[in-house]
């Protein structure tokens, strides 16, 4: 039997769904560091999650040309390279595209 190969824009939406909730994730947690509730070991831990996250989401949209990214800067772009949390902006950048887009959809109802 051959292997499935998902939709390109649902693999893109599910990683970009994916990111943005670890991205969050990362930042309650590190909030919850900064309140004495969660340890050192525990924010760095959701935050290498959510830059592995960022970088999958990245490495996607290289690999598809961007086709389906909808951000104004690139994903091979430098900047995301520039600074410890840019990845995570990067999801930031593209969750907010998706978004607007999802708003600006007629509904169906």
């Keep these: 039997m051959g292997q499935r190969h998902p ?3 649902a693999r893109r939406l599910l990683l970009l769904r994916r990111a943005a909730l670890a991205d ?4 309650a947690t590190e909030l919850e560091h900064l309140r004495g509730g969660a340890t050192v070991a525990q924010a760095a831990y959701a935050q290498e ?3 592995a996250a960022a970088e999958t989401l990245r ?8 086709v389906y990214a909808a951000g104004v800067i690139r994903a091979e772009h430098p900047i995301w390279d520039d600074e410890p949390d840019a990845g995570r902006a990067y999801v930031r950048q593209e969750y907010a595209e998706w978004t607007r887009a999802e708003r600006a959809r007629p ?3």
């Design 24 to 27: 969050r994730r990362a930042y």
């Design 49 to 51: 999650h959510a830059d």
């Design 59 to 66: 490495a996607f949209d290289v690999n598809t040309d961007n």
């Design 7 to 9: 939709d390109p824009a």
């Design 107 to 109: 509904s169906t109802s």
